[in-house]
């Protein structure tokens, strides 16, 4: 996932990033840092820095773009990166397209916060005077006068790239006058209908086996209501229920009375055999 923010001083770039950072583990650029720590790891373009930096100069864009360049190069930018301050102006945007269009990758999101300027500089005007008057030092970078003349850079040199990645179709933009978790809601549900973020593993797990479920459930219901159907009808037609039951019961008398009836002639048969068994012992026995 790669990623820039853009938004005036004070929209809550840095706090965004910091929370990107922790969500998806990627790792934060910094053009300050990465131009101090290539100058303290003493690398080609670092030494260049270098030379230009002690003499008071700006570090001209393709020199920034070089350390953009190695920085990203290393294992802990493999699973992406937001970049913070960089790019600035258009010439800064198109010399970073060149340089993701060389390594074969490409941006997947330019996240705008969009804020009120009148509503900041209220913001920090209440800041400094609660400041003041609990006795506590100001800083010199964190005043009206001071954000006044930043928000006029950021319109100058940097507003320009909002129209830039917009016709590129990379750009999204949020109200960054919300809450701190709401703008951050807010971005996650952008990356995700831009696809640079995947649902979580478990999310698409629990929604394949909600159908399962709710299968299961069906077939459960479809048997309970198996008997309740027989229950309807006999409750629907008692005449039926109870004519049946009566035939029910003759056809059981028939029965048994057939079987006592056999029993009985089995018994007279013996009977005649025994008496007629008599007889003829009499009969031999007088003569």
């Not at 020199?63 to 493999?78: T, Y």
């Not at 060389?102 to 996240?111: C, F, M, P, S």
């Not at 299968?215 to 049946?244: E, I, L, M, N, R």
Request: hydrophobic share 40%; aromatic share 2%.
């Amino acid at each position: 996932m790669r990623i820039i923010l853009l938004g005036p001083p004070g929209s809550g770039k840095g706090t965004q990033a910091q929370l990107l950072v922790q969500r998806y583990g990627i790792v934060q650029l910094s053009t300050g840092e990465m131009l101090r720590a290539a100058v303290a790891a003493g690398t080609p373009v670092g030494l260049k820095a270098k030379e230009i930096m002690a003499s008071g100069g700006l570090v001209p864009d393709e020199i920034v773009v070089g350390i953009i360049s190695d920085r990203i190069d290393q294992p802990d930018a493999k699973n992406g990166f937001i970049l913070d301050g960089f790019p600035r102006t258009v010439p800064q945007a198109e010399a970073l397209d060149e340089l993701l269009k060389h390594k074969h990758l490409k941006l997947d999101a330019v996240i705008e916060l969009r804020v009120n300027e009148s509503a900041l500089l209220n913001r920090v005007e209440t800041r400094v005077a609660q400041m003041r008057e609990r006795g506590e030092e100001v800083r010199v970078d964190d005043t009206p006068e001071v954000l006044t003349k930043r928000l006029a850079s950021y319109r100058s040199q940097t507003e320009p790239l909002i129209h830039y990645y917009s016709e590129r179709r990379k750009l999204s933009t949020i109200d960054g006058m919300m809450a701190i978790d709401e703008v951050t809601r807010a971005i996650h549900r952008q990356l995700l209908a831009l696809g640079a973020v995947a649902p979580k593993t478990h999310a698409r797990s629990a929604a394949k086996a909600a159908p399962a479920k709710k299968a299961k459930a069906g077939k459960k219901a479809k048997a309970a209501v198996k008997p309740a159907k027989t229950t309807k009808k006999a409750a629907k037609s008692p005449k039926k229920a109870a004519k049946k039951a009566v035939k029910g019961t003759r056809k059981a008398t028939k029965k048994t009375a057939k079987k006592a009836a056999k029993r009985t002639a089995k018994k007279a048969v013996k009977k005649g055999a025994k008496k007629a068994a008599k007889k003829v012992t009499k009969k031999r026995a007088k003569r």
